[in-house]
Each structure stands twice: as C-alpha cells, then as structure tokens.
C-alpha cells in the first residue's frame, strides 16, 4: 500500500491543476485530495469521474433547484423546531447547516467530523433549505410569511395525510450517489438536531444517472417522460422560478411546493396503452404529442378525427395543467418514491412532486385547482402529502442561508 502513496500523490497534483469552476450551479470535477488524516489520499480517481463532481453551494440562489438534470437520489426532510426556539436559535441552526452543507458539496466533512471517505465523492452533492410559517413565527417574522406558505387552499380530492405535511423548516438533500448523500443527511440532521426535529423524511430516486444520454427526459412509475413541458433551462427558468418582484430579502430566492402523490400502479399497469397515452396527451415510448411530432412539440388540441371528434380530450392532463398566464409556469423537479409493497402486497409509491416557482399563489395553485376536478389522471393519483416553504436566496461565503430575513 505505501509502495502505491507516492504516485497516488503525483496523479493527485497533476488532476488537482485541471479542476476549474465554470459558473454557478455548474458541476465542477475536482480531483483525488490529501485529506485522509495521516495524508493518505481518499480517493484516487480521474477527474472525469462522476463521483468528484461537485456543486458550489454559495451563489445567488440556493442550489439543487436549476441543478439540471435533478440527480438520481434525493431526501426531503420536513423538521420542526423545539418549541422555545427564538430568533438567535433560528439563526444558529442556518449558520451551522449552511457550513456543513457547503462543506459536505465540496467534498468534505462538516467542522468537527472525521470521516472523509463517505462525503469525498459527492457525485453533485446539493442541499437546499426551505422556511415554513413556524420558522417565520419563530424568527419573530410571522408577517413575512407569504400566506400561500403559511396555508395553501385545500383541493378536492386531497387525501392529506399529517405524516407526510407540513414543516418548519426543509432540507433538500440530492445526489447522484446514495452513499454520499446518507453521510450529508446523518450529519446535517445531527448537527440539527439541538434546535429541530425531524417530522418527516420522504426518499426519491430517477433513473440512474448514464442509464440514458445525457438530457434525457426522466421516466416516472407510469413509464411516462416526466418534466418535458418544464421552462428551458437559462433565461426561461429563471423568469419561471427566481422571485424577482417581491421584498428585498427574497430577491432570488423562490417557493417550493412538495406534494406527496401516491400513485395507484396496479391499476396503471392494467390500462389499456391507448388509454393511458391519451390521458396524458403524450406516447409513452417518446413522450411526443399523441397529435404528432417530436417530444419537446406542443399537444394540437384543435386536432379532429377522420369523424370531426377532438383528438384530445379537453381532460386529459396536459391540456389542463398547461400554464395559461405566465405566471402558472413552474419547474417540476420531482422524484419517484416507492416504499415497497403494502402488507397485502400492493405497491406504497407514487412521485414526490417538487414544484419551484416565483410566486406559488400565481403558478402551483391555479394550476393544480383545474386538476382535480376533471383530469383524467385522478384516476390513478391521490395527494397524500402537502407542503409549501419560502427558499431563500443563496448567499455569499461567509453568510448563511436565510441572513437576509434573520440578520447576521
Ligand atoms: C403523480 C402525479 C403526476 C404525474 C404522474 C404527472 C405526469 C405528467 C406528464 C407525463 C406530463 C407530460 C410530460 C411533461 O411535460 O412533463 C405532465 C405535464 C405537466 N404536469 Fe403533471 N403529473 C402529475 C401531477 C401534476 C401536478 C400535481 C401538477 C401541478 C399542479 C402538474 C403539472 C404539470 C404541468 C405544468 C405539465 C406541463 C404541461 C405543458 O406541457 O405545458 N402535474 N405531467
């Protein structure tokens, strides 16, 4: 083994020289480092390698939301804060979170831990941190809540389980590699642990990343692709997500709705393919229009048959969940989940629906009050789950998430 350190050490400078930053939100490879306690290098690998991409965590806005592809793995935890919390504890937990989160993106352990195998490949590690209405009452702030965050309308059809609801603070975890992402969860939901408790905790997963090429559309539990209706990627996302009208604190930041929708998989599977294309509007094999064309087309909804009847239902999803102002529009950054088989051998899983918009009073619930009514995919979905934060700006190294509500 020691016979190997010193040409471990060598490849490890050489690589180290390449690694360059290439702007926000973008991955950036870095090499094999000598961070092992006795100098012993963690990890040895070709900067190519996915495990040594990583994502700064300190920018205008939080990571892990224009983090594009979403990576293959997330955890979503729902905590709530000790009940004599106060401003100054409010303050203490971002400080100390935003330091682990951007040492744990960067390939290191949180001050204070000595296990740097488990965070050195983060394979575009991101965490990301959402305020609820009990954060903002905490903080002394309760008037800034936005009152869509403080209590969204209720739906006809919700199934609203209190399990799986509300928060008052979020934390996002992603990652393309599990492992990496278990350590940040233990470690963030640790250091934590003193201010918050965990409410809830809900695991997703999308394909495997390299399963498909790169920029594939993500398949969901229904076999459809799920997210190519999504605004562009740069100038398109930005004006869809990034809070640019509103109170100077939240300038770039954004709110987070995350429903938890089970999806009803045995009766999926045993619907005709006709049927379940057309409830979509879209194939299954390409995610094309069912009225033709390419996957990123449009759905011809004035399209008739050779009998003059619409092609397309006026209920099918697509046609009502399009954004009819531009202020519906809303980046679906969801995740599959599938909690294993029920006792009586019925699958628990379903899609952990994460909508990022400017302002979800404009986008998240005009859209989702057309749904529930006539979509005919209420066939197969119920909303299980229901909560909505407030995400903060990024901030500046040496700041922490949220400063620019609580103060420094
Ligand atoms: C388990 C539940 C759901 C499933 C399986 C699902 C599936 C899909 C699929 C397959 C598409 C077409 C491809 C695409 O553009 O992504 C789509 C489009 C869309 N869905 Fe959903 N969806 C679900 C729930 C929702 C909810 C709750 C909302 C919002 C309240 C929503 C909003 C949208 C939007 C905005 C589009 C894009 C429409 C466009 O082309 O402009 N979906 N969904």
Redesign the pocket.
């Known amino acids: 083994m020691s016979a190997r350190r010193p040409s471990l050490r060598r490849r490890a400078l050489l690589l180290g020289g390449a690694a360059a930053a290439v702007g926000s939100g973008t991955a950036v490879a870095f090499a094999a480092r000598d961070d092992g306690a006795d100098g012993t290098p963690v990890t040895a690998l070709p900067a190519s390698a996915a495990g040594t991409e990583s994502i700064p965590f300190h920018g205008t806005h939080q990571p892990g939301i224009d983090t594009l592809p979403a990576q293959a793995h997330a955890v979503f935890l729902g905590l709530d804060l000790r009940p004599d919390s106060g401003l100054a504890d409010v303050r203490r937990l971002m400080r100390l979170l935003s330091d682990d989160a951007a040492r744990l993106m960067g390939g290191r352990p949180p001050l204070g831990a000595e296990d740097p195998e488990l965070p050195a490949l983060p394979s575009r590690l991101t965490v990301t941190f959402g305020f609820g209405p009990g954060l903002f009452d905490a903080a002394g702030r309760a008037a800034d809540c936005p009152a869509v965050v403080r209590e969204l309308p209720a739906f006809p059809n919700d199934r609203l389980d209190p399990r799986w609801s509300g928060g008052d603070l979020l934390l996002q975890v992603c990652s393309d590699d599990p492992v990496p992402l278990s350590y940040a969860v233990r470690r963030l939901v640790r250091d934590a642990r003193s201010i918050a408790s965990v409410r809830w905790t809900q695991r997703g997963f999308n394909p495997a990343r390299g399963s498909e090429p790169a920029g594939t559309?993500p398949r969901?539990?229904?076999g459809?692709?799920?997210?190519?209706?999504?605004p562009a990627p740069g100038a398109e996302l930005a004006e869809a997500v990034w809070v640019r009208d509103g109170p100077e604190w939240l300038m770039g930041g954004s709110m987070l709705?995350l429903?938890r929708?089970r999806?009803d998989l045995e009766t999926w599977d045993d619907f005709g393919r006709d049927g379940k294309e057309m409830a979509?509007?879209?194939r299954l094999d390409t995610?094309a229009p069912v009225t033709g064309g390419t996957e990123f087309d449009?759905?011809d909804t004035r399209m008739v048959d050779e009998r003059g009847f619409p092609v397309v239902a006026a209920n099918a999803?697509?046609v009502l969940?399009?954004?009819r102002t531009p202020a519906?529009?809303?980046l679906?950054r969801?995740y599959s989940y599938d909690d294993g088989p029920t006792a009586d051998g019925v699958p628990d899983a379903?899609?952990l629906?994460a909508?990022y918009q400017a302002d979800a009073a404009t986008a998240?619930v005009p859209?989702?009050a057309r749904?529930p009514e006539s979509d005919v995919?209420n066939l197969?979905?119920s909303?299980v789950g229901s909560a909505a934060f407030v995400v903060p700006p990024g901030c500046a190294e040496g700041e922490f998430v949220g400063q620019s509500l609580l103060g420094a």
């Open positions: 559309t969901n539990l229904f459809q692709r799920d997210g190519t209706g999504n709705v429903r929708i999806m979509v509007a879209r995610g449009e759905v999803h697509v969940a399009t954004d519906e529009r809303m679906r969801g379903g899609q629906f909508a998240f859209v989702q749904l995919m197969w979905i909303h």
